[in-house]
């Protein structure tokens, strides 16, 4: 998927099964009065997998721990509460666009109070299908720039990937430290009717939200810190210093100069960028910050410049160089890709990763992981229509009420049909599309997921809820925090999670036991 950095979260879709959706669209249940003391989440019982209710692994304590500290306040101190990390969040400058918005403001994100428990045997299997699948996607990924292995023995269509507009010549026969291509990966998940756990997305180029993670961190322990200390919350906060080690062992050089390579102060995403720079304590540059000579990459400081030896880049490849990508690019640095290429500089990630996280390659991630590391899967793919395939192409077109079609570079939660959803003439309009580019598309079945308990304006109700766990790469190891960033669509009948569309976030616990 391309992830420019104009989306605060990078895409990730909610869908329901047909005979589902317009219950969820025509009903929604609240608990306006919070004053009980054993049932309150009860009360939300549905037809979907809810988290704290439904999950036998640990969420009879996790339930009535959080149960008790929101049945001894009310509705209005719950939305006081709020009201103060709506605050917080403004302070720190934590904003985001909704693009599309004919108002174009900025907008903080929406969090919500009730956190999302994850017990710490479940989140091992996430931790550890997350990790097999990025290692898979990085040899995938130096097999394709160099052997191209799986491509003759036709497991995955050569075309597809030669082809693929995120595939970069440049990185042909280009070699990396322990071949880590991408550093940072976030892998979006999702949870079905059953509960079990599904990838829905890799993002392996700039993935977003980090920031977002160790924010809801914080607001939890300001307004909730009795319940906070009560429980055996795993932490996250060391996600910045195990960044910068990671990005220090990508390198050939023992103590490497790194940089926090953003595209400037107008880009949705800014603040992370700005988090990230501050809490490694590196710099923060702009493409005027930077020049290249001889091949080696300097930043200019007030000290005069200094050698740079990491590059975290949190634009898309085709502004990286105007030299060697898109000549009118205002945001990158020129000679860049030529010093990369004499490897007197690490870019992370780096460049071509996108050809492996397109929605259109995610079907053969399964393979992958079969072909390079001879082992199943531990984490499940749902179910993909490659409409470049006529047979599949034929069925999509076919069931088009009953599907999901999304655009293979699409990214944002934009560009897509959830077919249960929508209309008549939306459907119509979407076949066309589907006719005149089917290479463009991929389709999936509608899933019944998983939701969890939501403060609203109106009192408590079941909301959508998505998770993604941010993997950290290096030639040596792999680094999980326990925790991720969890997204929740925030209105009622909403479908998509992500927050330049109107979603927000909610702090993710892992917990071992919970306990008073």
């Not at 026969?173 to 599904?198: A, C, P, V």
């Not at 607001?219 to 990005?247: D, T, V």
């Not at 595209?263 to 710099?283: I, K, Q, T």
């Not at 929508?422 to 991929?442: G, M, N, V, W």
Request: include cysteine; proline fraction near 4%; hydrophobic fraction near 40%.
């Amino acid at each position: 998927m391309s992830e420019q950095e104009k989306d605060l979260q990078a895409d990730i879709d909610y869908f329901l099964q047909e005979q589902a959706t317009n219950a969820l669209l025509n009903q929604t249940s609240f608990i306006e009065n919070l004053s009980v003391q054993s049932n309150l989440f009860e009360q939300l019982k549905s037809q979907f997998f809810n988290e704290i209710l439904d999950d036998a692994t640990s969420n009879g304590v996790a339930s009535k721990k959080i149960e008790q500290w929101l049945s001894i306040r009310t509705l209005d101190e719950l939305k006081q509460l709020n009201a103060e990390a709506k605050q917080h969040f403004l302070y720190h400058g934590i904003t985001f666009n909704v693009y599309g918005d004919k108002e174009g403001v900025e907008r903080t994100i929406p969090f919500d109070l009730i956190p999302r428990v994850i017990e710490k045997k479940q989140w091992e299997k996430i931790a550890a299908g997350c990790a097999q699948r990025v290692k898979a996607l990085n040899y995938f990924l130096d097999d394709i720039y160099h052997g191209q292995h799986i491509l003759k023995e036709q497991l995955i269509p050569e075309s597809q990937i030669i082809c693929h507009e995120a595939f970069q010549p440049h990185m042909l026969k280009h070699t990396l430290k322990g071949k880590i291509y991408s550093q940072i990966s976030g892998i979006d998940i999702i949870r079905d009717s059953e509960g079990e756990f599904f990838v829905l997305e890799d993002n392996l180029r700039t993935p977003s939200g980090v920031s977002y993670m160790i924010e809801c961190r914080n607001i939890s322990q300001q307004l909730m810190p009795e319940l906070c200390a009560a429980n055996n919350l795993q932490g996250i906060e060391h996600y910045p210093s195990l960044l910068k080690e990671i990005l220090q062992e990508n390198s050939e050089i023992d103590q490497p100069f790194i940089v926090v390579l953003t595209p400037g102060r107008f880009n949705s995403a800014y603040y992370e960028h700005a988090f990230l720079a501050r809490e490694m304590d590196v710099p923060l540059v702009t493409n005027r910050d930077l020049f290249v000579e001889n091949d080696q990459v300097f930043v200019k400081t007030i000290r005069g410049r200094q050698k740079v030896d990491v590059i975290y880049r949190r634009l898309d490849d085709d502004f990286l160089d105007p030299l060697a990508f898109r000549p009118d690019s205002a945001l990158g640095v020129a000679g860049l890709m030529s010093a990369y290429l004499q490897k007197n500089v690490v870019i992370a990630n780096a460049p071509g990763t996108g050809v492996a996280d397109d929605k259109s390659i995610y079907p053969y991630v399964d393979q992958m992981i079969q072909y390079y590391l001879g082992e199943t899967p531990i984490l499940k793919n749902v179910p993909t229509y490659q409409c470049r395939e006529k047979e599949h192409l034929d069925y999509v077109l076919a069931h088009l009420d009953q599907l999901v079609i999304k655009e293979a570079q699409g990214s944002g939660g934009y560009g897509m049909l959830i077919g249960p959803k929508a209309s008549s003439c939306e459907i119509d309009e979407f076949r066309q599309k589907l006719l005149a580019t089917p290479h463009e598309y991929i389709a999936q079945p509608t899933l019944a997921l998983s939701v969890a308990p939501t403060l609203t304006t109106a009192g408590v109700a079941e909301r959508h809820i998505d998770l993604r766990p941010f993997v950290l790469s290096s030639p040596y190891r792999t680094e999980i925090v326990p925790g991720g960033l969890t997204r929740v669509a925030m209105q009622a009948g909403s479908l998509v999670v992500n927050s330049s569309q109107g979603g927000g976030i909610k702090d993710t616990w892992v917990v071992e036991t919970l306990h008073s």
